[in-house]
């Protein structure tokens, strides 16, 4: 398995001309997976040898601007790069804090920005010892109420008793699990767990040294 990450920003709370905000690209046979999605992230893509519309799944550690105040304009211009048959492929996934799904909702209803490809939102719901307790927000009852639209669909994951982890995927290479941060926000960090392979032995190269 091949893999490979790319550094498309390291600066802190806001860009400079000559460095992006927080994110960057694992490479993986063919798709790439983006870990958070600061402002001028599109920017550094297209100045970087990868391709923005490979991008499949998005990975948000934490709710501050820096680390995701790009990823609303980044899926519009994914969107007008897409063919016209993007709303029959596979959605793009989006993992992050709980109240990540509102967040992109309503930017997006707000600047009436209308997606040609689907995407999930799946929202990480945190506890309450991943940041001072008078940081703490519980965004679990928004929009929820009757009548409201339907924002995106996606999964809501809790932390499962006696785990220290939430499992996000898995496939037969690897598992990708979140654990979590302490900051001045939740905050998650993101572990890609590649799974045991079986070695190869050439049977008859032992036999012929006994």
Not at 47 to 59: D, G, N, V
Not at 103 to 126: D, I, N, T
Not at 135 to 160: A, I, N
Not at 186 to 191: A, D, E, I, K, Q
Request: with cysteine; aromatic share 10%; hydrophobic share 35%.
């Amino acid at each position: 398995m091949s893999l490979e990450i790319t550094f498309l920003g390291t600066g802190a709370a806001f860009p400079s001309p000559s460095r992006g905000a927080s994110a960057l690209v694992l490479r993986r046979e063919g798709q790439c997976w983006l870990f958070d999605c600061g402002e001028g992230t599109q920017t550094q893509l297209m100045r970087s040898h990868l391709r923005a519309a490979r991008i499949t799944k998005i990975f948000i550690t934490h709710l501050h601007g820096d680390h995701f105040f790009g990823l609303p304009g980044l899926l519009c211009t994914l969107s007008l790069q897409s063919s016209p048959d993007a709303s029959s492929r596979a959605p793009v996934d989006i993992y992050g804090p709980l109240g990540l799904r509102s967040f992109l909702w309503r930017s997006l209803e707000l600047s009436h920005s209308q997606l040609l490809f689907p995407y999930a939102v799946h929202e990480l719901v945190p506890t309450r010892d991943q940041c001072p307790a008078e940081e703490f927000k519980d965004f679990s009852s928004w929009d929820t109420g009757e009548g409201l639209p339907q924002g995106p669909p996606g999964r809501v994951l809790r932390l499962d008793p006696g785990e220290d982890s939430y499992l996000l995927l898995e496939d037969e290479q690897l598992a990708v699990r979140a654990f979590r941060l302490f900051h001045r926000v939740p905050s998650f960090g993101f572990v890609l767990e590649e799974k045991p392979r079986p070695g190869k032995l050439n049977v008859q190269k032992l036999k012929d040294l006994g």
